[in-house]
């Protein structure tokens, strides 16, 4: 008599699973430019999984296929066990969140407006308690509520990726996709940062996949690297494992000169990563 099935229990799902995608562009030649072959990705819950690559890699590129604005031209992403493609906008949007690199803030909507927005677009909450719930989100990333009617270019760039981190996590998505999320901030403001999204990811049981090439930012916050190079994850692992895989990109990316100051603390702070 066979064994009965084993199902998992939804704790036990991966958030991400992706299976042998492939990513490709049609370049003005009629050519077509692959950026992905059949990669695969797993990504497991309540982790902080960080993908770094060289230029061109399509880390990028992925982020916005896992978020649904990009469609592969082969393999499947799915959420939650779910498959993206047969999962509605909305339903994609109320999972997952997103912090673009430059905030992508409207320049037209006051902080708690853009905040409000997505909560706005479903049209079926009361004005009132859509901003109440804005506010909160305002105030858990470190902004005061005298921020709220400020717009877009009276903020810093600090208060630019707070702000639009406050919309990625205003209908409490269980996925936090982030894109170089201290590119362009000062070094006390990304330490600000980096310690705010270290505290969230805690209290709001995130999983969060994070594009960077910050190395104090990746150390401080990934319990996973995974790297892009030939098309595809060479390496999915803890930070120690990957830095000991042998391949040029990670030797160069990892322990060249801009890597010595990260490595540093690594010497330092033994148990960071």
């Known amino acids: 008599m066979p064994e009965p099935a084993i199902v998992r229990a939804d704790s036990e799902v991966p958030l991400v699973e992706i299976r042998k995608l492939r990513s490709e562009f049609e370049l003005p030649d009629q050519q077509r430019m692959v950026v992905h072959k059949d990669l695969d990705l797993t990504v497991k819950r309540g982790e902080v ?48 969140g997103m912090l673009f690199q430059q905030g992508a803030l409207f320049s037209a909507f006051t902080v708690l407006e853009n905040i409000a927005f997505p909560l706005l677009e479903l049209k079926t909450l009361p ?92 150390f401080e916050l990934s319990t996973r690297i995974a790297v892009l190079a030939e098309q595809r994850v060479i390496v999915t692992d803890t930070p120690r494992e990957v830095i000991a895989f042998r391949h040029p990109f990670i030797e160069e990316f990892f322990l060249g000169e801009r890597g010595q100051r990260a490595m540093e603390l690594l010497r330092e702070y033994p148990f960071a990563i």
């Open 49 to 96: 999984l960080s993908i770094v690559g060289g230029s061109g890699s399509g880390k990028t590129v992925l982020l916005r296929q896992m978020l649904g604005l990009e469609h592969p031209a082969a393999g499947e992403v799915r959420i939650m066990g779910q498959p993206l493609q047969t999962m509605s906008r909305r339903g994609a949007s109320s999972r997952i």
């Open 127 to 218: 004005l009132p308690l859509i901003e109440e719930a804005a506010m909160v989100k305002l105030q858990m990333v470190g902004l005061k509520a005298s921020d709220a009617e400020k717009m877009p270019s009276e903020l810093s760039g600090g208060m630019i990726k707070r702000a639009a981190l406050a919309r990625a996590l205003v209908m409490d998505p269980p996925l936090l996709l982030l894109d170089e999320p201290t590119a362009g901030l000062d070094p006390d403001s990304s330490d600000g940062f980096v310690h705010l999204l270290r505290s969230l990811h805690r209290d709001l049981a995130l999983t969060v996949i994070m594009v960077t090439h910050d190395l104090d930012t990746l």
